[in-house]
T-cell receptor, first 114, second 113 residues
Framework: DQQVKQNSPSLSVQEGRISILNCDYT??????FLWYKKYPAEGPTFLIS?????DKNEDGRFTVFLNKSAKHLSLHIVPSQPGDSAVYFC?????????????FGKGITLSVRP | NAGVMQNPRHLVRRRGQEARLRCSPM?????VYWYRQLPEEGLKFMVY????????ESGMPKERFSAEFPKEGPSILRIQQVVRGDSAAYFC???????????FGPGTRLTVL
């Protein structure tokens, strides 16, 4: 039972263009969403997050959009750079309760072509 | 300020042996999470600990796996009698407070022969 789904395993974009990474979730108890970036042989690194009370959060080249009614979020990277090539994980948590554990999707491998 | 430290980075064990994975959280962090990543999968939650307490172990396999976070020293994830299916990357994360941002270590890659 996968509660966080990243249905596209990979994405390739040209340098300078926009990268759009999608994520869907099924658990309506999730109220906090995060994106992590991961390079091979390293741990995930936090990128950007959004609370369920918002529909957009922006940080530099990275913007996350949340559509609660559709249970869908997306990460936009613009302009994309070759250094952005990595695996991107969408994660969610239900901060209320006794445990803020993260539930991850399977990840999307982003390749940015020079 | 050192980040989350995990050791060893790579661990090879034969079937039936024990594996001990260590995690030192960031300075000042008292919340530790362990996650496992199987090949081609996302990270899956295993256990959440605070100092000397297991808060949630709902993601831990019922047998052979245990975790601790003593008052002094690193958190330990222990796998007894390893099997090939235990081969995975094991990541530790720490946070300063409940619900706070989780910072991940580099992981321990366990290979069971």
């Amino acid at each position: 039972d996968q509660q966080v789904k990243q249905n596209s395993p990979s994405l390739s974009v040209q340098e300078g263009r926009i990268s759009i990474l999608n994520c869907d979730y099924t658990n309506s108890m999730f109220d906090y969403f995060l994106w992590y970036k991961k390079y091979p042989a390293e741990g995930p690194t936090f990128l950007i997050s959004i609370s369920s009370i918002k529909d957009k959060n922006e940080d530099g080249r990275f913007t996350v959009f949340l559509n609660k009614s559709a249970k869908h979020l997306s990460l936009h990277i613009v302009p994309s750079q070759p250094g952005d090539s990595a695996v991107y994980f969408c994660a969610a948590s239900a901060v209320t309760g006794a445990n803020s554990k993260l539930t991850f999707g399977k990840g999307i491998t982003l390749s940015v072509r020079p | 300020n050192a980040g989350v430290m995990q050791n060893p980075r790579h661990l090879v064990r034969r079937r039936g042996q024990e594996a001990r994975l260590r995690c030192s959280p960031m300075k000042g962090h008292s919340h530790v999470y362990w996650y496992r990543q199987l090949p081609e999968e996302g990270l899956k939650f295993m256990v959440y600990l605070q100092k000397e307490n297991i808060i949630d172990e709902s993601g831990m396999p019922k047998e052979r796996f245990s975790a601790e976070f003593p008052k002094e020293g690193p958190s330990i994830l222990r796998i007894q009698q390893v099997v090939r299916g235990d081969s995975a990357a094991y990541f530790c994360a720490s946070s300063y407070s409940f619900g706070g941002e989780q910072f991940f270590g580099p992981g321990t890659r366990l290979t069971v022969l």
